[in-house]
Nanobody, 114 residues
Framework: QVQLVESGGGLVQPGGSLRLSCVAS????????MSWHRQAPGKERELVAS????????GYADSVKGRFTISRDNAKNTLYLQMTSLKPDDTAVYYC???????WGQGTQVTVSS
């Protein structure tokens, strides 16, 4: 059974940091590219960051470039999203996704507010 389980979300003040994790099981994580997406209330889900299977190449939405870092540990079947300099506009449910397999996690809420 395929599972993607996100964690690490929460309430943070503007300018703060959070690290999201996504633990994968049920498929061969190390051969799959992965990505983070987010969906804010009333908005469409959008791509935040992506990473190749070996972690060498990454890509970011313009809105998070320079503030967010995607990474992975294939030995731990885990995907990460380090978020810094958070803004209220970053408030959303964050999902990890396996594009090649079409698997989504259940999401983790990130709220940036003072």
């Amino acid at each position: 059974q395929v599972q993607l389980v996100e964690s690490g979300g929460g309430l943070v003040q503007p300018g703060g940091s959070l690290r999201l994790s996504c633990v994968a099981s049920g498929f061969i994580f190390r051969i799959n590219a992965m990505s983070w997406h987010r969906q804010a209330p009333g908005k469409e889900r959008e791509l935040v960051a992506s990473i190749t299977n070996n972690g060498v190449n990454t890509g970011y939405a313009d809105s998070v470039k320079g503030r967010f870092t995607i990474s992975r540990d294939n030995a731990k079947n885990t995907l990460y999203l380090q978020m810094t300099s958070l803004k209220p506009d970053d408030t959303a449910v964050y999902y990890c996704y396996s594009p090649g397999r079409g698997y989504w996690g259940q999401g983790t809420q990130v709220t940036v507010s003072s």
